[in-house]
Antibody, heavy 118, light 110 residues
Framework: EVQLLDSGGGLVQPGGSLRLSCAAS????????MSWVRQAPGKGLEWVSS????????YYPDSARGRFIISRDNSKNTLYLQMNSLRADDTAVYYC???????????WGEGTLVSVSS | QSALTQPASVSGSPGQSITISCTGT?????????VSWYQQHPGKAPKLLIH???NRPSGVSNRFSGSKSGNTASLTISGLQAEDEADYYC??????????FGTGTTVTVL
């Protein structure tokens, strides 16, 4: 059974940093691209970042580029999202997701809440 | 990259069929066969219903079907059930941003 366990969320002040983790199990982690998707309170889904299976290529929307860094450790079956220069509008539940090929997110974690406030 | 446009809400009675539209541009929905649909119940993670316009992952009910015409994709739910009451999001590959999600549609079962 595929499991994705998101963690690392919490309350952080504007301008601060946070690192999210996503522990994967139940599939060959190193064979699949992975993504982070977020959802602000009461709002829709927003793609945050993606990384290829090897970690060799990363992708970001304009809202995350230059502030967020996605990475992975295939030896630990873990995906990461380093978030810097956090702003109030980064407040959201952050989900990690497994991308099976093509451009869809097949399996999702339960999400971890990031709150940016002074 | 702007979000894809979905109706805010759609409703139907049990047993009926409903269709949710998802309108983009030739740079996303219209340009690629990479439209996905997700179902999200309150407080839960999204669930993939449809990928690559019309393909269902294993375990997804065949009451859910997808299609596309031009810059608009559609999700049809047939035989509407109470458990289908949820938020639904489309998503597409976009040449400028890799992924773009729709604005979301709340489905109400009357």
């Amino acid at each position: 059974e595929v499991q994705l366990l998101d963690s690392g969320g919490g309350l952080v002040q504007p301008g601060g940093s946070l690192r999210l983790s996503c522990a994967a199990s139940g599939f060959t982690f190193s064979s699949f691209a992975m993504s982070w998707v977020r959802q602000a309170p009461g709002k829709g889904l927003e793609w945050v970042s993606s990384i290829t299976d090897s970690g060799g290529r990363t992708y970001y929307p304009d809202s995350a580029r230059g502030r967020f860094i996605i990475s992975r450790d295939n030896s630990k079956n873990t995906l990461y999202l380093q978030m810097n220069s956090l702003r109030a509008d980064d407040t959201a539940v952050y989900y990690c997701a497994m991308d099976p090929g093509g451009y869809s997110h097949r399996y999702w974690g339960e999400g971890t809440l990031v709150s940016v406030s002074s | 990259q702007s979000a894809l446009t979905q109706p805010a809400s759609v409703s139907g009675s049990p047993g009926q069929s409903i269709t949710i539209s998802c309108t983009g541009t030739s740079s996303d929905v219209g340009g690629y066969n990479y439209v996905s649909w997700y179902q999200q119940h309150p407080g839960k993670a999204p669930k993939l219903l449809i990928h690559d316009v019309s393909n269902r992952p294993s375990g997804v009910s065949n009451r859910f079907s997808g299609s596309k015409s031009g810059n608009t994709a559609s999700l049809t739910i047939s035989g509407l059930q109470a458990e289908d009451e949820a938020d639904y999001y489309c998503s597409s590959y976009a040449s400028s941003a890799r992924y773009v999600f729709g604005t979301g549609t709340t489905v109400t079962v009357l």
